[in-house]
């Protein structure tokens, strides 16, 4: 409750005033001091949202929910209405625009990896079909698919004998996540799939690589994967984006089962939490940037 009053009492009446004394300390309005005292990347970025949505001014707070083709002109009314003079702040433009691009840019992402979640994988649609097999093709290249329903798909982790059950809770999320892994690092892919086969330490494969796209998803829901996106993406993130996260999070979540070496499978959702928790805390540092070390692409 405490916490609560003293964080209105702080938004409502104390920030307004170190605003304030600020503004008329330093000639510069809050927008313009966050732009000139941080360099790119997520502290700039994030601070410059708050800024925005704090603000009482419609002008600004439309700003973080710009099209990508209106976000020059929504930076242009900000300088208007904070009478801001580009010959006295020459780079406050770009930077203001740039740190909206990654704000305006993180809420289309997550409309794209909702759209694709949505998405219901259809047996009778070509794509999808063929994104399934190819999937087989570089996890199994010496192994040829009998048949498209086949106990064969537990080889790669799945739970029955038609994958297409298995991507009912991320559609064509999961689908997509475990392909892109696959083609963009099909060493890593394929090692840990050998891991995952294991007689002892092994684990489902796409299983895991399923629940990891929901946990990619979730992390992305709340908001917590902005400081990694700010940090690694100087503009607009695209799918792309999402989909080299998910890799970095399939390989460590391999390196990290295997470091563990759990007693069996039962125990794995002991483990995803633990997974789960590390990433979460790698998350709070406003430098992260969660990228495969091994990464070509």
């Given at each position: 409750?405490?916490?609560?009053i003293?964080q ?28 000139s005292?941080y360099k790119?990347?997520?502290t700039?970025?994030?601070k410059?949202?708050?800024s ?7 002008v ?5 929910d ?8 929504c930076v ?18 770009m930077n203001?625009?740039?740190?909206v691009?990654q704000?305006?840019g ?8 909702e ?5 219901v ?8 079909e063929n ?8 996890l ?11 106990k ?11 994958p ?7 559609g ?13 690092y099909?060493?890593?892919a394929r ?7 294991h ?10 690589g399923?629940n990891?796209?929901e946990?990619?998803?979730?992390l992305?829901r ?16 695209t799918?792309?984006h ?5 890799c ?6 391999d ?16 483990y ?16 992260v940037?969660?990228?495969l ?5």
């Amino acid at each position: 409750m405490l916490g609560y009053i003293w964080q209105y009492f702080y938004t409502s009446f104390l920030r307004l005033c170190l605003k304030w004394i600020l503004r008329h300390a330093t000639g510069k309005c809050e927008l313009q001091r966050i732009c000139s005292s941080y360099k790119p990347g997520a502290t700039r970025t994030t601070k410059t949202e708050l800024s925005l949505n704090s603000s009482k001014s419609k002008v600004l707070r439309a700003c973080v929910d710009a099209e990508e083709d209106g976000v020059e002109a929504c930076v242009l009314q900000i300088m208007r209405e904070k009478n801001i003079k580009a010959e006295k702040d020459p780079t406050f433009q770009m930077n203001l625009q740039a740190c909206v691009l990654q704000i305006t840019g993180h809420k289309s992402l997550f409309a794209c990896v909702e759209e694709r979640r949505k998405e219901v994988f259809d047996p009778n649609n070509n794509e999808h079909e063929n994104m399934l097999l190819k999937l087989w093709e570089l996890l199994m290249p010496t192994t040829r698919l009998e048949a498209r329903v086949t106990k064969q798909w537990g080889d790669i982790g799945f739970q029955g004998d038609d994958p297409k059950t298995d991507f009912r809770g991320m559609g064509m999320l999961g689908l997509s996540n475990l392909l892109f892994f696959s083609q963009n690092y099909t060493e890593e892919a394929r090692q840990a799939l050998s891991h995952a086969n294991h007689p002892r330490l092994g684990y489902s494969y796409a299983i895991v690589g399923i629940n990891l796209t929901e946990m990619a998803y979730s992390l992305m829901r709340a908001g917590l994967l902005k400081p990694h996106f700010y940090n690694c993406v100087p503009g607009r993130p695209t799918l792309r984006h999402f989909h080299l996260l998910y890799c970095y999070l399939a390989y460590e979540f391999d390196r990290f089962w295997v470091q563990e070496q759990p007693e069996s499978i039962m125990e794995f959702n002991h483990y995803r939490e633990k997974f789960h928790d590390q990433v979460k805390q790698q998350l709070q540092d406003p430098s992260v940037f969660l990228v495969l070390l091994c990464s070509r692409t």
